[in-house]
């Protein structure tokens, strides 16, 4: 039986000459800034560049941004859709295929882009950093307000996660700090000396036999489970809940158990895949931003800086190396810690 790759396939693909091993050197009069620094910006052909990189830094950069062209119709001189579009596949396979060597074995590649090519960067993704190892499609509200120019405005882009091995980046990937309104939550009605918490629903779905115990409230009353429902742990472990101050009956200690979680006690919280703009920023605030440095020359899709902090927090601690390969204008690649 002949077994087959799935994999997308386009006009050129691995017809792309092999690049040979390149060294990254110090000339100083081509060079700016001190020269014993830690980080590196490199100006020139980012494929190059990359090469360059390895020699040095395979295997040990924690956390990669990219921000490569969209493929909108402007990216190329060739504007034959086939063309450019394969194009474009050659160009990013080659750098992700750098790219992963780059990355250390808990790293992660973080790739911003539009629906233009999303879906056919995310098999390509697949075949150089295997399906294994996908994290996530993180959607990013780009926009306040639709485009009413558009069929359908677009609000949001895309940032696809790869890990170079899943299994060491979901253990080291951070949480993120709780917003304002989010600790606003946390009250302290019973004045607990820990401080402000939350309560939650101490009931979970399904049929436990071991969880299907009596409850009785500090004010005497018996609870069961709701129907369909068990409690979230077995009795032994409610008992300690309930002894250490835990345990919520509401203010007249008739109510249904609820558990409580402190705000002193939580370091910051997971992660979703919705990024709102009120949370990350916004293509307009981040074009203020750019205007701030060089109000002459402000592109159409920069990135704001709350983003790219968000994606440092999950992704990155003081201390690990962060690169980006498509600075800018695609032909610049930089070295930085963190």
């Keep these: 039986m002949t077994h087959q790759k799935l994999e997308l396939t386009w006009l050129g693909k691995g017809d792309q000459p092999r690049l040979e091993p390149r060294l990254l050197l110090l000339e100083p009069e081509h060079c700016h800034g001190d020269p014993n620094a830690e980080n590196i910006l490199i100006h020139g052909d980012n494929l190059l560049a990359l090469k360059a990189l390895e020699q040095q ?9 990219i921000d490569p062209p969209y493929n909108t119709g402007s990216a190329f001189t060739h504007y034959d859709d086939m063309v450019e579009h394969s194009l474009w596949l050659t160009l990013i396979k080659q750098r992700l295929e750098i ?71 979901s253990q080291t990937i951070n949480n993120i700090p709780k917003t304002t309104d989010q600790i606003s939550k946390f009250k302290n009605p019973d004045n607990d ?10 009931s979970a779905q399904g049929y436990r036999p071991n969880q299907m115990y ?22 032994e472990v409610f008992l300690k809940l309930k002894t250490d101050g835990r345990i919520w009956f509401g203010k007249d200690g008739n109510g249904v158990p609820r558990r409580k979680t402190f705000l002193s006690e939580q370091e910051g919280q997971v992660s979703w895949t919705w990024w709102p703009h009120n949370e990350v920023g916004h293509t307009q605030e981040a074009k ?7 109000e002459d020359d402000v592109f159409a899709t920069p990135k704001p800086e709350r983003l790219i902090q968000r994606i440092l927090t999950l992704a990155s601690k003081p201390g690990d190396l962060i690169l980006d390969s498509f600075l800018g204008s695609g032909t610049t690649a930089a070295v930085a810690h963190k």
């Excluded at 994290?135 to 890990?163: C, E, M, Y």
């Excluded at 000396?193 to 101490?202: A, F, H, L, N, T």
């Design 57 to 65: 830094y395979t295997g040990k950069v924690k956390c990669i941004y």
């Design 99 to 169: 790219l992963r060597r780059l990355l250390s074995p808990d790293g992660s590649i973080w790739i911003s882009i539009d629906d233009n090519e999303c879906h056919y960067l995310k098999v390509v993704c697949d075949e150089v950093f295997g399906r294994r190892n996908f994290v996530a499609n993180v959607i990013w509200q780009k926009r306040t307000s639709p485009d009413f120019r558009a069929t359908l405005g677009a609000g949001h882009d895309h940032i696809l996660v790869f890990a170079r091995e899943f299994e060491k980046f």
């Design 193 to 202: 000396k820990r401080g402000p918490w939350v309560s939650s629903d101490y």
């Design 214 to 235: 009596k409850i009785i409230s500090s004010s005497g009353k018996e609870h069961y489970p709701p129907k369909g429902s068990c409690w979230k742990n077995v009795e």
């Design 288 to 294: 203020q931003e750019v205007k701030e440095i060089n």
